[in-house]
């Protein structure tokens, strides 16, 4: 534990410069039905990016997936743009608006897994090395991916993600799982990982959760399950460090789900220190694969 204290349709296919970057990339538009064991009709939307540059390689890939604010939400846009000049192809998934958070994290899991099988069968895409990367609801799924049964449950264990890494992902839900106290993921979620690396970056000042609520969310797991997941405490970091801007609102489901007032404070230092560590938390597990 690190502690740091104080398809099939393409809609669209064009080739872009990015905003702040200095380099080209394909970029396009995808739909695709889920192909999942479970709601495999479900229609997945997103954007792939396949990195610049030309190589016999085939790519290892992200998928990404926003937070509650819906896809207009582009905190993660510095990540996936870290990601593509690691040389690392992204899908960033469009699962909803902002305003329409589904009721539970479960009702994306089709989405999920629908999102890796597509890649796995993309000619340029590895398919042992695809990772998931996700921001608060999106991180909800980064994590709740990385267990055995759903994964059975979902893609059959045909395919797994490589590498999980979720930012603030609102720990007391998944520690209500492993005591068997979430109505919506059962204790036998968390009984087994795939073996997948996870992690965790999280703030000290999340109202969503209690500070230590990361912490015992691990302590509560299986001790084989709990070699698997690791997890960052910044200090002075509140939820959705890396948002794009200051901002506030009620949530149900902060203050442990007891309901409360959340404020994003942008903090660019851990902001810094978090866009690094994914590039190179991918970029480690993959050169492991």
């Keep these: ?106 009702m994306n899991l089709p989405h999920t897994f629908g999102a890796l099988n597509y890649l796995a069968q993309d000619p340029r895409i590895d398919a042992n090395r695809i990772g998931i990367l996700g921001f608060s609801h999106g991180g909800l799924l980064a994590l709740f991916s990385s267990s055995k049964e759903e994964n059975a449950t979902y893609s059959g264990g045909k395919h797994k993600f490589a590498a999980h890494l979720a930012l603030y992902p609102v720990c007391w839900a998944h520690l209500a799982s492993a005591e068997g106290k979430n109505p919506v993921y059962p204790k036998s979620v968390y009984t087994a990982l795939t073996g997948a690396p996870v992690h965790i970056l999280a703030g000290e000042k999340d109202v969503y959760d209690a500070p230590d609520s990361c912490q015992k969310f691990i302590a509560a797991l299986p001790d084989e399950a709990r070699t698997h997941v690791d997890m960052t405490l910044y200090a002075n970091a509140t939820h959705g460090w890396d948002s794009p801007e200051d901002k506030s609102y009620q949530d149900p489901a902060a203050n442990m789900g007891r309901g409360a007032y959340v404020r994003h404070l942008r903090n660019p230092a851990v902001t810094a220190q978090s866009l690094d560590f994914s590039q190179q938390f991918f970029s480690r597990a993959f050169a492991e694969k």
């Design 1 to 106: 534990m690190t502690l740091l204290f104080k398809s099939t349709a393409v809609l669209l296919m064009s080739c872009s410069i990015w905003a702040g970057s200095a380099y080209a990339q394909d970029r396009q538009s995808v739909s695709f039905r889920a192909d999942t064991l479970i709601e495999a009709d479900t229609t997945v939307q997103g954007d792939l990016t396949i990195p610049a540059g030309q190589s016999d390689a085939k790519f290892p890939a992200v998928v990404v997936i926003h937070s509650s604010g819906g896809y207009e939400d582009l905190t993660r846009k510095p990540y996936v743009q870290a990601l593509n000049k690691a040389g690392i192809a992204t899908l960033e998934l469009n699962l909803f608006s902002r305003g329409n958070r589904p009721k539970n994290s479960r």
